[in-house]
């Protein structure tokens, strides 16, 4: 067989296909797929309806001409394949359209083929290949989305895939049918070999991607050059100084601002999705760094921005003390929630892919957005770190130095902290290296101090770092950081306090770490000769003060009745009560005189130690009552003879013997309670 | 395989430009449909089970007929042995009916199995997979010889009669009942029971007029195809002897022996034919006259 036998056999055209859910099938797959890319900004949505639209056309004129279509149909269909082929690469070498978008001029490629090719898919082969161009188009949908809710898309797509796929054997297969459990073991299988195929995919390679995405979300200029911004929930403005038991602001409680106040206590919002990452590896998330320690805040004096205005990407210069060089890492940046203007990056940012035409520089490597990072928001950070092991750090005794001010800086202390110096000496008697100094001291706070979000407000006047070494030794990653640095600077050794997040849960599904509130931070960056800043985390030897169950349990209880929407579970409920209470007003009717003497006879033999049988009938009841009365009339069962006559012979007795029996057995009542008593 | 490799590749493509989790979770997706899709044929065919409702208890060579098959899953069903055309058998919509498939023996025979090829591309239809499967028949299939042209008649001559077959017995045919004794009658045909019964002579009354019985005698040849000829002819001899109201009795070499028996109609002597064997005699159709017992060559 022959090359252009084999093409030729290929381009025979196939038989028509007749079925009409196979073709259903088919053009929902490539309706949902034309709406996720709409939905994840890749086509504008004239596009995407005008592509619907062509789809359903191509389709139904697809299905109408199967058995005979029209010679030109091939030619217009080649034809724009080709012109969207040609655009599409006119558009990756046109010099004014950024290369990082190139999922969108291939995104219309795909759908521009897929439009295209719908008005000539008489066979089903034809249909194989429009299903897939849409798993295509929506993997190029999925290198653009970063939250689960693209997963609705993707069920709904798949779902119509399958059927379709099960309905092409129906076809194939001259009507035969699948059943219920054979359908359920297909998709099960479906689901198995997918689940094994991502749980054993490598992950992907981020570093060597071609697109680098900065994209403007909600925000707005900040007005300050230089400023911190993000405060109070919108993107734009200025950060102000937090407030005691205050909620969760940029310039409080996360700290955030030109001062990190150690005696706030915030209330953070934990749950509140900041931003996702996409990066190579988990990294502290920097912020901001602060050099000089007030005793009870830290606060960056030596920050003197600069404005980088080379326009994106900015080469970022190496910061003070940083070492160039190491191993590359490359993130991007989603924000979702409304944060600092601060442009968060891994240790070691050089490049910088931003939204806008400057941004500002520190010399500690703090860079902050002239814009306000709001939802929506995407930026690229390529970072090269180095990472050195323990035993390289152990052996750093290569020479180097700070420029002097920002040595003094980083051993800066507001006053002398003999107790803290004559801890940290004694706790680093036996090591004679930095790294040993700084594993040794956090491996004594971890075992004698405890971690805890609630901590009592910070006495005035008083100093932090000793509250928290001299005192009830319980805080959080602020108090414990802080302490380690006032430690480390005390043994003269460089050291400053870095805030930012950590690196966040890392969703499989998304690949991007998910950085929420709660994962706001604050640890320690040591200075290395011959490495630079290197980040240490002394929270995280830290345990957690054990919980006091009642206490938690409270506590619990009251944070979920304050998310209890009241006002429409009480709505609810008050419909329910009122449904229920006319429900029994409709069933509720007047007791007959017969049902009140029953009652009472039935109420006086209970009081009398003699309740009535279930098998009793009320003339044997009312005999066994007159039995225990020892009365000899039988007031009882002449009650319930009158009953019995009334209910099953139909003699109603007149309206005043009636009231007169009903009487009767409340008196007899009470005549038997008063004969009991005497 | 073509698409499926364009997919993969536009998959790679964009999983590793953008590095997108959801890029590879589509991506598992569409390879867990292709595995599913590629092997589960497979399993389809491995796992159906086939058998034969009914099927004729005669055939005939060259002749198509129907067997009635019965598929667990949905699976098409080609027949290779005897071939035959292509179908679709196993569960469709809501009727339970078996499926026809129609075979043509192409030359006579005993059979007890069709050989069938089995293939199946649920559920996606995106690869077949096929299988060669071996059903047994209800009851042995007896694939009669066509009915050929017959050899110009042979009959044995006195002297060399008694050398190449037995006489026949006298009462070839199909006892119908029984008569008065009339002059002529054989002796044999006396039927001694009824004959004690009713006080007088009495003789068997048979089927066919038994004054004139022919033997047949079919000897095949080694050569398949020689034998299939032979056959064909010592079948259209028997027919053309049937239609002319002559007793005839067969004599083939079957498995067991020698078998001669007289054939009451064209079915009997086709399945008498297609459970014949060769034999190193030679290809030989020969007509033996049982009453005069003469023969002639061809």
Known sequence: VTVLDAIRRANQPGLPEDSVRLRVACLGALLVVIAACNKLHEIAPTT???????????????????????????????????????????????????????????????????AVHSFHVPARRDLVFSFAASAGLMAVAGAQAIDLEFGLYVAVWAGFCLWGLTEMWVSASSGGHMSVAGLLCTFAAVAVAAAVAFVFLPAPQVSVRVAYLARLGLGGSVGVPGALAGDGGTPAQLAQAGTTSGSTRVGGFLGFAKTLDTALRGQQDGNQLIMQVRAERPSFWVGETFDTWRGESWVETNRRLEPLREGSPFFLPTPAGDVPGGEVDLQTFYVAGSTANLVFHAEGASQLWFPAKNVFFAQDGTLVSPIGLGSGSIYTVESTASIPTAAQLRADTSYAALPTPVLSEDLQLPHQYPRVQALAASITAHDTTTYDKVQALIGWIGAHTRYSLDIPPLPRGRDSVDEFLFGNRVGYCEQISTSLAVMLRSLGIPTREAVGYVPGGYNPITDLYQVRASDAHAWVQVWFPGYGWQSFDPTAVVASVPPNPGTTALRDVAAALRRVPWIPVVAVGLGVAAIVAAARMRRWRPASWALRVTRGTERAGRRAGRPRHASETLPEYAASLDQLMESGSGPWSRLAEAVEASAYGGREPSEAARRTMVAEAKRTRIRRRTAVRT | MITAATVVTVWWLVAH??????????????????????????????????????????????????????????????????????????????????????????????????????????????????????????????????????????????????????????????????????????????????????????????????????????????????????????????????????????????????????????????????????SAEGPRTILTNATDATAAGP
């Open chain 1, 48 to 114: 995407a309806l005008a592509a619907a639209a062509l789809v359903t056309g191509g389709m139904v004129f697809s299905y109408v001409t199967r058995r005979h279509p029209p010679g030109w149909i091939k030619i217009v269909v080649a034809v724009g394949a080709i012109a969207a082929c040609v655009w599409f690469f006119r558009s990756l070498t046109n010099p004014s359209i950024a290369f990082a978008l190139v999922e969108n001029p291939l995104t219309l490629l795909l759908v521009s083929v897929l």
């Open chain 2, 17 to 278: 430009n953008a590095g997108a989790g959801w890029v590879q979770f589509v991506g598992v997706l569409v390879f867990g449909t292709l595995l599913v899709g590629v092997a589960g044929p497979a399993v389809a065919v491995g796992r159906v089970r086939i058998q034969v409702s009914a099927a004729p208890a005669d055939a005939m060579a060259g002749v198509p007929f129907e067997v009635h098959l019965l598929a667990s899953n949905r699976v098409r069903i080609r027949p290779l042995d005897p071939p035959g055309s292509e179908v679709f058998a196993g569960p469709a919509g809501r009727k339970d009916r078996p499926d026809i498939v129609v075979v043509v023996p192409p030359h006579r025979g005993v059979r007890r199995a069709v050989t069938l090829e089995v293939a199946s591309a649920a559920p996606f239809a995106l690869q077949w997979w096929r299988r060669t499967a071996v059903v047994a028949l209800p009851q042995d299939l007896h694939v009669a010889p066509r009915i050929g042209r017959p050899e110009p008649q042979r009959q044995t001559g006195p002297e060399e009669a008694g050398s190449i077959v037995a006489r026949p017995v006298a009462d070839a045919g199909l006892p119908r009942g029984a008569r008065p004794y009339r002059p002529g009658d054989h002796r044999r045909a006396v039927h001694w029971r009824v004959t004690a019964h009713a006080g007088s002579m009495m003789v068997k009354e048979l089927e066919n007029p038994t004054g004139r019985a022919v033997v047949v005698v079919v000897a095949l040849p080694m050569d398949p195809d020689e034998a299939e000829r032979a056959a064909e002819r010592g079948l259209g001899a028997v027919v053309d002897l049937l239609a002319e109201g002559a007793t005839v009795v067969l004599q083939t070499r079957e498995s067991s022996g020698v078998v001669t028996a007289p054939v009451a109609d064209r079915r009997h002597a086709g399945r008498r034919l297609a459970r014949a064997i060769s």
